[in-house]
């Protein structure tokens, strides 16, 4: 039905920047809240930032002011880019979207498989 396909993933040295992607394929009619969630090893998954279908951003605090998180609706695709990364910035992350099916009139949540965040020197 659907596929959130994330990338951009890798290992970078405290201080750098990443670009993680997530686009969303499939039997789509609209696309409302998407999100940007993380889990590192021995901790539960937590909500990093999410985005409305207005766009209203909302961020976790220990990442407001690094991490940017956006979207193109044209190409069912968000976006968080990672600014002055931290050890503890380490995880899996994954993206999470809130979609209505064409022919249906809920909205369901979808999950990404998670794409690893390792930042160490």
């Known amino acids: 039905q659907v596929q959130l396909v994330e990338s951009g993933g890798g290992l970078v040295q405290p201080g750098g920047s990443l670009r993680l992607s997530c686009a969303a394929s499939g039997s789509i009619f609209n696309i409302n809240t998407m999100a940007w969630h993380r889990q590192a090893p021995g901790k539960e998954r937590e909500l990093v930032a999410s985005i409305t279908g207005s766009s209203i951003t909302n961020y976790d605090d220990s990442v407001k002011g690094r991490f940017t998180i956006s979207r193109d609706n044209a190409k069912n695709t968000v976006y968080l880019q990672m600014n002055s990364l931290k050890p503890e910035d380490t995880a899996v992350y994954y993206c999470?979207?809130?979609?209505?099916?064409?022919?249906?009139?809920?909205?369901?949540?979808?999950w990404g498989q998670g794409t690893l965040v390792t930042v160490s020197s």
């Open positions: 999470n979207a809130n979609i209505r099916l064409l022919g249906s009139v809920y909205y369901l949540q979808f």
